[in-house]
């Protein structure tokens, strides 16, 4: 079986989804899909065997292997290391030139009367040159990953870093030990590796724009010394230096910085002479891009470039900010929507040129999408108030920026807290049946409304249908244990754990009308409980039956008057015989024994009870307990008739006994065929074998008909 399963599920043209639904049309019932679901498991851990073997018949091989990228990864570190130092030579070689000309292809070497002027500026402050900072941020390629983005802008200088310690702004406590990055423009944060790899010490963290980033000076109060706060919107971040010398430092670095920056960005547009001095972007053999275009004289910003964006574009990164201030999440989407267009739009000559911006709008967009997440985190200091579409609006926007998976994961989550949430509410006083009956009306329809709105928000999105599968079932696990605690208990009877079994599954038939079906799945977590509810239900009924029969002397009932016959005829009604008239004689006698009326009721009475609760799986279960108790009974009518001792009762213990057989038992057959559509063949066995006690001892052999085809037997 399982070499067959194997090469069908390895076939060329194999299809998941139609070999589901094959298997789910040749099969019948829950039990059926879960052995199939074993024996695919089985082949998998069948198959992951075989790939361990393989593993480890080749594990010399990945041995060797490892070590070759290993060698390899400290031959690139190496060779990076060897390009650094030649472009920091070059430099240098064309600054003591002699004929003063500087050739093309290295950007940022300013004509010397500037350069002087702004490194006595920074020298006053750090005593760091322009582009002794720009090699140092070259250099943070070997010791920071994941800095690619930052290190790539050309224009970019580093001013000061150092080592801080991180602290939590709500309790000041140690969060984690970080270096910081000080660059003309911006501020770049990078956390400690714990296991080093090769070179790389650091791990990128955050940058923040000068323009939007406040710092603040914290007083020395208690624990916190030496520190000071960050804070840029929606961020805020404390950083604690190791002694004051280094705060003080950090503090005028960041002065300077702003300074410098402010000073940039007013001063006016270069001379001519100037733009032919500047190197030229397309002879840079240090460029990430060597497709970028030759521009004449050079500066890379022409006036006819800096025409080709529009005003809007270098605004975005402001305006974005602006809407997310004032919640208007729907305008920052589409904004960004329109962007992303511009850029795709674009040619790759304005492109580079204007990276420095796009990474800048990106952040904000970044931004954006962590402000949308927040809304669907779930945190203590959030309501949990409202329906599914409370928490669309921020789904929307994060499948609109393309983070669909992303907004699906926490919609999910924010369902389950809500969910989590009203269950609680829900007070567990009074009956079990009220308390299952008010959790199924809230839970069942909670889950279906999730469902549609996972279809209407994500439409034809298989990943989030699939999520929101998994997340029912997991939701409907919950459910079960939550169920099991409050309903199978030692005080909870049969009839009650009857009703509140009917009542969770008639409300998981909502799930099928969202194409969801987990009742074989909910039945399989209660079938364990119920089975053992009806196990001490038989002992009990047997235990009973034997108790009365030995306080059973075969005698009629006497119901003393009219008003005693008519409240029996009204419990008969109630269990389903309406006919009480053969039995009465003499206005107030009952030609039955009170045994078999006791019995009739709870007989009857459990088999209402048990047909509410199996599933199609449990039905031979069901029919064997049904059988041994109603057994026991005629049992007990066969040996009173064996033993002698009731001669002169034989007549009416042959009337009782066709009581049981021709009304008790053909009712209790009828009922369960309305339930199941087939006949039960214990009813069918139980009446072949004891049909002799209700025609005055004469064992009789015929065939039994059914209660469908024999309308005498009710």
Known sequence: MSDLLSRKLGAPGFSAEIYVKELTQSTVGGHDLLQHRQKIQALSEETNQYLKKNVYQNYMQFIETAKEISYLESEMYQLSHLLTEQRSLIVTLLENSLLGDKAPGLRGVEKPEIKAKFNAEVAVNLNVNNQEGRKRLTALLEKVEGCANVVESLTRTLIHEGDMVELDPSDNCAVGRVRGFLLNDSFMIASWLPNKRGNMRYQYQALYELEGLAVINIRDLGPVKYAFKLMMFPDTRVLQCANSNDKKEWLEAFEL??????????????????????????????????????????????????????????????????????????????????????????????????????????????????????????????????????????????????????????????????????????????????????????????????????????????????????????????????????????????????????????????????????????????????????????????????????????????????????????????????????????????????????????????????????????????????????????????????SGKYKGEAKFIHKNASFLIHTVLSLAQHRVEEVRLHPSPSFAKLRADFEWLANDGKKIISTIKSPASDQSFI
Not at 390 to 415: E, I, N, P, T, Y
């Open 257 to 642: 910085a702003k300074q410098l920056k402010n000073k940039k960005d007013v001063s006016p547009t270069p001379s001519e002479e100037t733009k032919d001095n500047s190197y030229d972007d397309a002879f840079n053999p240090f460029a990430e891009d060597e497709n970028l275009p030759y521009i004449p004289n050079g500066s890379g910003s022409s006036p006819e470039v800096a025409e080709s964006i529009p005003d809007w574009v270098i605004e975005v990164a402001d305006d974005m900010d602006v809407y997310v201030a004032q919640r208007d999440f729907e305008e920052a989407v589409s904004l960004a929507e329109k962007t992303r267009a511009f850029w795709d739009g674009a040619s790759s000559s304005v492109v580079n040129l204007h990276r420095d911006l796009r990474l800048k709008i990106d952040s904000r967009i970044r931004q954006l999408s962590e402000v949308l997440m927040n809304e669907l985190r779930v945190s203590p200091d959030k309501s949990l108030q409202g329906g599914p579409r409370a928490a669309s609006r921020a789904v929307l926007l994060l499948s609109r920026l393309g983070q669909a998976s992303q907004a699906c994961d926490l919609f999910l989550k924010h369902r389950s807290a809500l969910l989590k949430h009203n269950l609680r509410q829900l007070k567990t006083e009074g009956a079990t049946t009220l308390y299952i009956k008010r959790i199924t009306s809230l839970f069942f329809p909670f889950v279906a409304d999730t469902g549609r709105e996972i279809s209407r928000v994500f439409p034809k999105n298989k990943v989030c249908a699939s999520a929101f599968v998994v997340w029912s079932r997991n939701e409907v696990g919950k459910f079960g244990n939550n169920f099991r605690k409050h309903v199978f208990t030692s005080g909870s009877t049969l009839t009650t754990v009857a009703e509140c079994v009917a009542l969770v599954r008639n409300h998981s038939e909502q799930l099928i009308e969202i194409g969801l079906d987990l009742t074989f799945y909910l039945e399989s977590e209660l079938r364990g409980q119920v089975e053992r509810c009806l196990r001490d239900a038989r002992e009990k009924l047997l235990e009973s039956i034997k108790l009365r029969a030995l306080e059973d002397k075969w005698r009629p009932v006497n119901l003393v008057n009219k008003s005693g016959i008519a409240r029996f005829a009204d419990d008969l009604s109630e269990i389903g015989i309406a006919s009480i008239h053969s039995l009465v004689y003499d206005e107030c006698w009952v030609a039955l024994t009170s045994n078999t009326i006791n019995f009739s009721k709870a007989y009857l009475t459990f088999l209402d009870d048990a047909l509410k609760m199996p599933s199609a799986d449990s039905n031979i279960f069901v029919d064997e307990i049904l059988h041994d108790i109603f057994q026991a009974q005629l049992k007990h009518v066969e040996s009173s008739l064996r």
